[in-house]
């Protein structure tokens, strides 16, 4: 059972590893002038929500199973990633808003952002493997 | 409804996508960011010219169809006189370009200036009938006005000069024959640059321009001088060509003479004037009646605040030689030569651009900068000496030595070109000049000189630093940095306006910088890295108004443009020449190549002068661009007017005026043959007017399905503004009536906007919205979001931002099919303007508020919204513009302000562009500055004119590093600085809190303060302590948080409040400074002590008063100018006989409470409050609405309310803040 659920987790972030890798070659394409920020806008406000979905899913998942330290690593990622989403302005576009993004170094903080959270990420990768490894020995 | 079926069709569309699926179908222009140059072949015959066109024809050709183009649109701002100006320029011209030299004119020309000019006349044209045959054709003749009038501009300036131009003939001759006549050129610009401003430099300056017959002295004084100096080396030269460009330089300069008479004004505003007078004496036989834009421009400030300005106007006459020369080189090169260009102007989709076309004024003109600089050493006595000693700074070393040996050797013209080298282009004149030697006579003289300097000038950063000279540490301790105790001094305002400092650079750079009104900078002096302007606890940043209208601009159209190959900078002033073929650019220093055409310098028709160019010698420039800047063949002008037509709109009756402002300036609308215009009304359902040629009358088909929105049909709906006139004004006639009796007070604002979305992408241009109340159907729908209890609460102020995304994606999509929307919002309700606004926010538009509006019982309302219409229809605007905004390697931008789309990190996508329209720039220093001492900032403006023209204008300033604390607080633009926090503040309050941005306001006064004062050992804690430059920060900061946009306390309505914001943001420096801080004057005691005079009028200069109740008086009359609205107060003692001669009334209690207008009474007091008036009001383009305010009127708490300086209930007084900010800084 409990492999499932690191099988699982494994699966889902490498999902979100690739999806934060996505977010830096979009945002630096930005930088690079190579798109312009509506397009830019436009393809990651789509992936927000599956994000913010895919980060939540697997911090419930180590809850419900009880993987206390693995949850309160996941717990503030997610919180950031659901608060920055609540707060985002009625009139804004999505967390990524066109208007907005080249302004007031904007586009170096989503930046920064995405990093921090590949990091986090392949760190978690490379946890759940060793859980899981371990959860199939052990099974 | 029925009753108008008369008069017009009506077909009710119901079913979905009825006939008009066509509009779908409609092909998509291209968003506009690709990159495909191929796709867009160059569209109009102009652009297509190759380098490698020869002969005769090719030139004509071009000729015409720049001109025409640009000139053709005279409509737009009319003004006769300067009309008749650019004519007799135009016949100049058009003898000029094949001009065999006319040598022997100039001696001719000294005899008397009127006189002169005929003969002048005369003989340019004689020379030349063979070109006159070839603009025979109507166009052609265009071309030619336009040209003369680029070439002349300027010289109506000067025209003020009468005097000096008699001056001339003795001055002139000193130098070599074929110079003279441009030298004299040069003595009016130094007139007027003293004018216009700069009070201190020459005492003699102002009673001068007060009095025209006083600047006799005067301009032969500067002329001698000038001559000597050698204008800093490039004007001389390029004059000193025999070629034609001389003979029509005096051929203007005598028309100007003769018309000097009438030209009086002195300062910028008079540049404007006297244009115009000087130009009508011209009156050769152009055919072209157009009034160029230029003459309205002369807007700028009219007393001349800006020195630089002035000097700018000034400089005018050399650019226009410059860009006859120019034209002609574009001719000469077709024919003659060879010389095709390569490309330099390779050019990527990002074009910045710029564009005056509206050909108006500015393309007239194409006077460049260049003789500002003139001017300045004229004033200075532009020796080197003074450079140094102007420089003041510091480490002077450098600079002094290079310059020093050059001039010792050479006689003093050498000299003066010695000066040049400090810049670093000037190095490259000797090795050009010998190449050109043979060409040019004039200038040999100097050549030798210019090679010795030449070797000790090997790199730009040796020139840079020589240049650099902005020392502040010299023992005088500059004006700006004299400390001053805001405690105790009470009178912290000038009496006189404010101008912008200028720049701490030498003398050559200054002469050549950009004008202050186009390009200021919060900071003059750069600190050298981002630790010391965090120090300062100031604000860097640019504020920016590029496409202001301009009385001369130089239009240069050259087969290349030259930039640099890495950075894609235009080629400046501030560029240094490495050798003859080489040069280094300013911002990224790159060494590029100078391209072969650009050797070629069309003014002197000589070869081997890049830096003689007009583009090296004028800050602000404009360039006729080629196909390679076209994403897509050039749109015509297209207007949409969008009109809400619910019940609301209908009792309003904004309609009637609308038609009526309409139906005056329908011939007005800027655009040629191709210009389109449609109408679409809405309430609950959206009604289109066919409007196609060959109805016989409007037909109105009606669309109810909000819901998905279709174009009932496919063409007829947009149309051809000159075929389908006739209908189009049976619409707008019957317009007004159509509606009368509808019950529909809904209002389907969002459907109504994608269907002109719809309608407007295949080519982009403008809609203009009129909307009266909150959108309530549809999508974009709104609700009522302010609550009116809240109106003066202290704390939270919500809903500042929009409520929905609807109108921002509508304005991005617009933005991407090059469309903008203009918002004209008449409401005597909330509307929720935070939220409608975003429509013209992000697509480049522009927003006029008219609060409770009504036509006949707002009256003052319904004139404003009048003279908004006419100023809005008939202004200058450029279609599909972008801008984009370079500066020197080190330095970057992070945010900008203003109305438009940032496309890029430094690309700003503005799908239209307006002369009223402003923005700013925050800048960061990324990397230290400490290898350079001068650093650089270009805007580029890529537009297509309304004549169809793609254009680029543009501007560059300069500014030196500091690496002082202290240099860095000398040179604080405090104008520049609070409107930039103003703009920081509005993006503050909407995306965090509006109390967080007023703390903000009042912590950069705070911060700032404080570091300064612990800068400044010796004066700790005697008071509030602040260098002379940032004495008026406390001040301004606190007019701003008593704005309607920041305060508190007061009742405010949310729309006000939003609206305020708005202005904030998209209004150019001048305006927003006259917005936050109003000008009060004492108008009942006017006297023609210190008067100007402006065409042929006495204008009256009281002094500025502070705004304060205190200097209220009971027996006074008090002029408040708020930039948008004038103030009459009168207190209740008034003096009779102001109130009988100004007023017409015979005592204080028959004056009515509701007065717009002063009457025009045959008294001398009356004639100086109106000539006063006017002038202020010449001096903008938004005709402001006066309101008399009587004593004990109520609304005398809209004039109160602008006095800052006094407490009321929510806010400090001036002296409370400086207390306050004192302890704040104390703790």
Redesign the interface.
């Known amino acids: 059972m409990e492999a499932v659920v690191f099988i699982f987790s494994l699966l889902d972030c490498c999902a979100l590893i690739f999806l934060s890798v996505y977010f830096i070659i979009t945002l630096s394409d ?2 690079c ?1 190579y798109i ?3 397009s830019c806008c436009s393809k990651l406000n789509k992936w927000v929500i599956p994000e913010m979905i895919g980060h939540s899913v697997v911090s419930v998942l180590m809850l419900v199973s009880l993987h206390w330290f693995i949850f309160l690593l996941n717990l503030p990622v997610a919180t950031w990633n659901i608060y920055r989403f609540i707060m985002v ?5 999505g967390v990524f808003d ?2 907005e993004i ?4 904007q ?1 170096k903080s989503h930046m920064k952002e995405a990093m921090i959270k590949l990091g986090f990420h392949l760190l978690c990768f490379f946890m759940y493997l060793y859980s899981m490894i371990l959860a199939l020995i052990n099974d | 409804m029925e009753e108008q079926g008369s008069c017009i069709e009506r077909k009710l569309l119901r079913a979905k996508r009825g006939p008009g699926g066509p509009a779908q179908s409609q092909m998509q222009v291209p968003s506009g ?1 690709g990159l495909h140059h191929q796709n867009y072949i160059a569209a109009s015959g102009h652009y297509s010219q190759g380098p490698g066109k020869m002969a005769a024809s090719p030139l004509d050709g071009q000729c015409s169809d720049y001109y025409s183009g640009l000139y053709t649109p005279p409509a737009q701002k009319v003004a006769a006189s300067s009309t008749a100006s650019h004519e007799g320029a135009q016949q100049v011209y058009s003898g000029g370009p094949p001009a065999p030299p006319l040598l022997g004119a100039p001696p001719g020309l000294v005899p008397g200036a009127s006189s002169t000019a005929s003969l002048m006349h005369t003989s340019a044209s004689q020379p030349y009938p063979s070109f006159v045959n070839y603009y025979s054709s109507p166009a052609v003749y265009t071309a030619n006005s336009s040209a003369a009038s680029q070439g002349f501009p300027a010289t109506c300036h000067y025209s003020v000069s009468t005097v000096s131009n008699a001056v001339h003939p003795s001055v002139c001759y000193s130098s070599p024959p074929p110079g003279d006549p441009y030298t004299r050129v040069f003595t009016s610009q130094n007139a007027l640059v003293a004018g216009s401003g700069r009070e201190g430099s020459f005492p003699g300056q102002n009673a001068a321009l007060s009095h025209p017959s006083a600047l006799g002295p005067l301009p032969s004084q500067q002329h001698q001088q000038q001559q000597q100096q050698t204008l800093s080396g490039f004007n001389t030269l390029s004059w000193s060509v025999p070629g034609l460009p001389p003979a029509q330089d005096n051929l203007l300069r005598n028309h100007a003479g003769s018309v000097a008479s009438a030209s009086n004004s002195p300062a910028g505003p008079v540049a404007v004037s006297p244009a115009g007078p000087g130009m009508q004496n011209v009156p050769p036989p152009r055919p072209v009646s157009t009034v160029l834009p230029g003459a309205p421009s002369a807007r700028g400030p009219p007393a001349g605040k800006y020195p630089q300005e002035s000097a700018a106007l000034g400089t005018q006459p050399s650019e226009l030689t410059l860009q006859k020369g120019m034209q002609y080189g574009d001719y000469v090169n077709n024919q003659a030569s060879s010389a095709p260009t390569p490309l330099s102007s390779t050019s990527d989709d990002e074009e910045e651009e710029e564009d005056e076309e509206a050909g108006v004024d500015s393309s007239s003109t194409t006077s460049s900068a260049s003789p500002v600089p003139n001017s300045y050493d004229a004033l200075e006595g532009g020796s080197y000496a003074d450079m140094h000693s102007s420089s003041a700074s510091s480490p002077a070393p450098d600079p002094a030595p290079d310059p020093d040996p050059v001039p010792a050797p050479t006689a003093p013209q050498s000299v003066r070109m010695a000066k040049p080298f400090g810049h670093g282009y000037p190095t490259l004149q000797p090795g050009y000049q010998n190449a050109a030697a043979p060409l040019t006579s004039g200038v040999q003289p100097s050549g030798p000189v210019a090679f010795q300097q030449y070797p000790q000038y090997p790199g730009v950063n040796q020139l840079s630093s020589s240049l650099g000279g902005l020392s502040l540490q010299s023992s005088p301790q500059p004006e700006s940095l004299r400390p001053v105790n805001l405690t105790q001094e009470k009178d912290v305002l000038p009496t006189t306006p404010v101008w912008a400092p200028v720049p701490n650079l030498n003398m050559d750079l200054k002469k050549l910088n950009c004008s202050p009104d186009s390009f200021r900078c919060t900071l003059t002096n750069i600190p050298q890295t981002q630790a010391l302007l965090n120090k300062a606890k100031l604000p860097l940043g640019l504020l920016l108004h590029p496409f202001r209208d301009l009385t001369q601009l130089p239009v240069i159209t050259s087969n290349t443009i030259v930039r640099c190959r890495s950075c894609r900078t235009y080629i400046n002033p501030f560029v240094s020449f490495i050798d003859q073929r080489r040069w280094k650019c300013n911002l990224c220093y790159r060494v590029n190549d100078v391209p072969e055409e650009f050797m070629y310098n069309p003014l002197t028709r000589s070869y081997g002068e890049p830096h003689k160019r007009p583009e090296v010698q004028n800050s602000t420039v404009e360039f006729i661009a080629s196909s390679d800047y076209m994403l897509r063949p050039p749109q015509p002008a297209v207007y949409l007017f969008v009109l809400d037509v619910s019940h609301n709109a209908v009792e309003a009756g904004y309609l009637t005026v609308l038609c009526q402002s309409l139906l005056e300036n329908l011939d007005k609308l800027p655009g040629d043959s191709r210009t389109r215009i449609g109408f679409m009304t809405f309430d609950s359902t959206i009604h289109f007017y066919s409007l196609q040629e060959g109805l016989s009358q409007p037909q109105m088909l009606i669309v109810s399905d909000i819901d998905d929105v279709f174009l009932p049909t496919p063409d007829g709906l947009l149309v051809n503004l000159y075929e389908s006139k006739e209908l189009i004004k049976v619409l707008l006639n019957a317009l007004p009536n159509m509606f009368t009796n509808t019950r529909e007070t809904h209002s389907a604002l969002g459907p109504a906007l994608q269907a002109a979305f719809k309608l407007m992408s295949p080519t982009g241009g403008r809609v203009s919205v009129f909307q009266t109340q909150l959108p309530s159907l549809g999508a974009g729908l709104l609700q009522s979001r302010e609550d009116p209890n809240q109106r003066s609460s202290t704390k939270v102020v919500q809903h500042l ?5 609807f109108y ?2 509508l304005a ?1 999509d617009c933005s ?1 099919q090059q469309t903008a929307v203009d918002l004209f919002l008449l409401s005597s309700q909330y509307s929720d303007l ?2 409608l606004a ?1 429509m013209s ?2 697509s480049a538009g522009c927003i006029y508020y008219y609060p409770s509006f009504h036509c006949t019982h707002n009256p003052s309302q319904a004139e404003k919204l009048q003279k908004d219409l006419k100023r809005y229809l008939t202004r200058k605007i450029g279609f599909e513009a972008v801008m984009r905004i370079r500066c020197t390697k080190g330095l970057s931008m ?3 302000h203003g109305n438009f ?5 430094d ?1 700003l996508s503005l799908a239209n562009i307006n002369p009223d329209a402003g923005f700013a720039v925050q800048l960061s220093i990324e990397e230290n500055l400490t290898d350079t001492s001068l650093v650089c900032f270009q805007t580029a403006l890529l537009y297509t004119s309304s004549k169809g023209e793609r254009r680029i204008r543009v501007h560059t300033l300069c500014l030196p590093v500091v690496s002082s604390l202290a240099d860095v607080y000398a040179g604080v633009d405090v104008q520049a600085a609070v409107c930039l926090l103003a703009n920081m503040a509005v ?1 503050r309050s909407v ?1 965090s809190s509006l109390s967080d941005a007023r703390d903000a306001l009042v912590n950069a006064v705070v911060d700032s303060l404080s570091a300064y004062g612990s800068t400044v050992s010796n004066f700790q804690h005697s008071g509030l302590i602040a260098p002379a430059s940032l004495k008026l920060f406390p001040l301004y900061v606190l007019a701003l948080l008593k704005q309607k946009a920041f305060r508190t306390g007061t009742s405010t309505r949310l729309d006000d409040r939003v609206y305020a914001m708005c202005q904030i943001k998209s209004q150019p420096l001048v305006h927003l400074m006259k917005m936050i801080h109003p000008n009060l004057y004492r108008i009942d005691r006017l006297t023609d002590e210190g008067a100007v005079h402006v065409n042929d009028r006495v204008v009256p200069q009281p002094p500025l008063l502070k705004l304060s109740a205190e200097k209220l008086t009971r027996e006074g009359a008090f002029l408040m100018d708020c930039g948008s609205v004038f103030y009459i107060w009168i207190g209740n003692g008034c003096d009779s006989h102001f109130i009988e001669d100004v007023l017409g009334y015979p005592n204080f209690a028959s004056v009515p409470q509701k007065m717009t207008h002063l009457p025009e009474l045959d008294t001398l007091s009356s004639e100086r409050t109106r000539s006063f008036l006017t002038w202020l009001r010449d001096s903008r383009p938004l005709s402001p609405v006066l309101h008399l305010v009587k004593d004990e009127s109520p609304a005398k708490t809209e004039f109160f309310q602008h006095l800052v300086e006094d407490r009321t209930e929510a806010a400090f007084s001036y002296y409370e803040f400086l207390v306050h900010v004192q302890q704040q800084i104390c703790k």
């Open positions: 930005l930088e002038d312009n920020a509506r302005p009625s009139g804004n576009m066109p208007t080249h302004n007031r170094g586009l | 960011y931002g929009p409520a929905t995304d921002k994606k991005l991407g935070a939220s975003c926010k992000y992070h945010t900008f789309f940032v496309r890029s990190t690309l993006d995306s």
